[in-house]
């Protein structure tokens, strides 16, 4: 079954068609920027916590970073996160 649209209708669903690419373009910057803050702020966490354990002498604790859960126990611990 085909639907025949007057000007007015067409204008109307291209406008439609239009603004949902404006709003998911948007959505898809806001994603990119979130992201961008938020590895920015880990990064930050991390050295942070890297200069902690530094100057508490704890260095041979930098190499145990590397396991995810040690470090985000420590993060939390500091309240850097």
């Known amino acids: 079954m085909e639907v025949k649209l007057d000007d007015k209708d067409r204008k109307e669903a291209n406008m439609c068609?239009?603004?949902?690419?404006?709003?998911?373009?948007?959505?898809?910057?806001?994603?990119?920027?979130?992201?961008?803050?938020?590895?920015?702020?880990?990064?930050q966490s991390v050295s942070k916590l890297i200069g902690i354990l530094i100057q508490q002498g704890r260095t041979g604790e930098l190499e145990m970073l590397r396991d995810q859960s040690y470090c985000k126990e420590l993060l939390n611990k500091y309240h850097l996160l």
């Open 17 to 43: 068609a239009i603004l949902d690419q404006i709003e998911n373009k948007g959505i898809e910057t806001g994603k990119r920027e979130g992201m961008r803050i938020g590895e920015n702020h880990g990064i």
